[in-house]
């Protein structure tokens, strides 16, 4: 199921009651960090629906390609795309012409990297894609000659754009709870983590099927954590004090998934 929009407590024992509003035009929050992104995790509500058609809409930019995870129309490697990971070269995709992100739910994106028959890349290494704990992801392209490519190392990591110098595919809506692992999670520990729509605390042990928070290399919860729903900062709670600093004005709203 989608989650709803109240302001509810996280399914893993931590309150969680904010979140950041993007508006799509020049905001963003980044940090220098040198991170494996073996898997990524977002809560995404765009501000109008996301389709096959859409524009592309950068959710994580990373170090300063275009490497990243987007929604909308990412790239020319794949076709009908709605949810897209790239390292800057290969993309792997959900491709669907029908598929949506409504406007009116929030949506809780995970990308795991499989390091030997992916549902994105047969019989190869690449992102399995799951939306609301189900894996959809089914397409991989590929960029010149550069082989099933590699999972994500980056020297940056920037929510609602591009951290390519000069380039934008700013966010338009808001996001919660992201998070990146230095380990590929399995499916279940996937679903304890979306948890029915209600955010777990990923701190917590019990918050996966098996504890992976000795893995936990980037959390920022976009208002709950030690920011306090002010100033200009996200803190990551994970223990790497790899904390984001705001451009412009994206904003601290009480419109959660619960």
């Not at 950068?58 to 170090?63: A, P, T």
């Not at 000069?166 to 230095?182: K, M, P, R, S, T």
Request: a negative charge; aromatic letters at 10%; glycine letters at 12%.
């Amino acid at each position: 199921k989608a989650a709803t929009s109240s302001g509810t407590s996280g399914g893993g024992g931590g309150l969680n009651l904010f979140s950041l509003s993007f508006d799509g035009t020049d905001d963003d929050a980044t940090v220098n960090a040198s991170l494996v992104a073996k898997t990524i995790s977002v809560w995404v509500k765009p501000n109008s629906t996301v389709n096959a058609s859409s524009s592309r809409q950068c959710l994580l930019g990373f170090s300063s390609s275009e490497a990243g995870v987007y929604i909308g129309v990412a790239s020319t490697q794949l076709s009908n795309e709605v949810i897209t990971i790239t390292d800057g070269y290969g993309s792997w995709g959900y491709e669907s012409a029908s598929a949506s992100l409504s406007s009116s739910a929030w949506h809780h994106i995970c990308l795991t990297w499989e390091t030997s028959n992916s549902s994105t890349n047969s019989g190869n290494p690449g992102y399995d894609i799951y939306l609301n704990a189900t894996k959809v992801g089914n397409g991989f392209g590929n960029f010149g000659v550069y082989g099933n490519r590699n999972y994500i190392t980056t020297a940056k990591v920037v929510q609602a754009d591009m951290a390519r110098p000069g380039h934008h595919a700013y966010f338009n809506g808001l996001q919660d709870e992201v998070a990146i692992w230095n380990a590929s999670l399995s499916a279940a520990d996937i679903t304890k983590i979306y948890n029915g729509g209600v955010p777990n605390l990923l701190t917590e042990s019990d918050s996966y099927d098996t504890d992976r928070t000795s893995n936990l290399i980037g959390y920022w919860r976009n208002g709950d954590g030690t920011e306090g729903k002010s100033g200009t900062t996200v803190y990551d709670m994970s223990s790497n004090s790899n904390n984001m600093t705001f451009t412009n004005d994206p904003t601290f709203v009480t419109d959660v998934p619960s």
